[in-house]
């Protein structure tokens, strides 16, 4: 049984008014409350007595489901660490850049073994990279200008966490050929990345040392929290694959973004059915 300050938030792209009155009933909440932070429809079912039944009606209904306290307040975020491929962008890069040399299937199997934790992510980007060799560098402008795309609600999102006076870090095992123009664009307070080695206007197959893996995302964001976020304020981490877990474990609060099983299972929260907006409706 639940704190009586536990309250429920519910969220989708579409929500009818008897699902949320058939959860209010299931969980004994004292009380319903639209709210407005996200483009998607969300509620706040405030003072919940019970969690039972309500993973499975909210998957019935494909709703984003989340069971938060009362007191977590947007206001105390401090730092916010958010992961680059299918997180704040809906690509691997990599795997875009390998498509347009034709090596795209085995590219993609490796990175999709490295986010499922089954291969080390150092190994992984190493091999990865090596397929790349000799690819002109104006590949990578055609990736950025032509298929990158930002996920939904990423803007919203950020200028939420922004509007607090968030400290915003973008992270990511991948480039900072990306990183740095997403960083510019978005208004990201700071960038982690790899940098590609190249030679000649074209890549070498080689990632520059040292790697940015799993453990130097949670190293940078430990050192955010601790300058940031300290005297009760929260540090959150948004992310999708195994690399992310350890920052996960830094963070005070970790979301899983369309995330593969092993992340959600690790993960504070779960977003799969909306957009990223839908962390600052986890916040009263």
């Known amino acids: 049984m639940p704190s009586a300050a536990t309250d429920l938030v519910l969220q989708a792209p ?7 009155a058939t959860i209010a009933v299931l ?23 019970s969690r039972t039944g309500v993973a499975e009606r909210c998957a019935e209904a494909s709703v984003d489901y989340a069971f938060v306290p009362s007191e977590q307040k947007l206001e105390r ?3 916010v660490a958010i992961d680059m491929d299918s997180t704040l962008i809906t690509i691997e890069c990599i795997d875009e850049i390998a498509d347009l040399v034709g090596v795209k299937r085995e590219v993609a199997a490796i990175t999709g073994a490295a986010m499922r934790g089954e291969i080390d992510f150092a190994e992984s ?19 950025y200008d032509e298929r990158l795309k930002l996920s939904p609600g990423a803007e919203r999102m950020l200028d939420g966490f922004k509007a607090v006076g968030a400290k915003t870090l973008l992270v990511s095992g991948g480039f900072t050929f990306f990183t740095d123009r997403l960083k510019a664009r978005l208004g990201f307070d700071s960038a982690l990345a790899n940098s590609l080695e190249t030679a000649g206007g074209k890549l070498t197959g080689r990632v520059m040392p040292p790697i940015v893996d799993g453990k130097a995302k949670a190293e940078r964001l430990a050192s955010l929290r601790a300058r940031y976020a300290g005297d009760g304020g929260i540090s959150v981490a948004v992310g999708d694959g195994a690399n992310d877990l350890p920052m996960f474990a830094e963070a005070d609060i970790s979301v899983a973004y369309r995330a593969k099983p092993i992340v959600r299972e690790r993960a504070t929260y779960a977003i799969d059915c909306c957009g990223l907006d839908a962390a600052l409706n986890l916040f009263g």
């Not at 969980?27 to 007595?49: D, K």
């Open 14 to 20: 579409v929500i009818g008014a008897a699902d949320v």
């Open 27 to 49: 969980c004994g909440a004292q009380g319903i409350h639209a709210q407005n932070r996200a483009t998607h429809p969300s509620f706040r079912l405030t003072r919940i007595e």
């Open 77 to 79: 975020v401090r730092v």
């Open 125 to 143: 980007l190493t091999r990865r990279v090596s397929l790349l060799a000799g690819l002109d560098n104006s590949m990578l402008e055609r990736v």
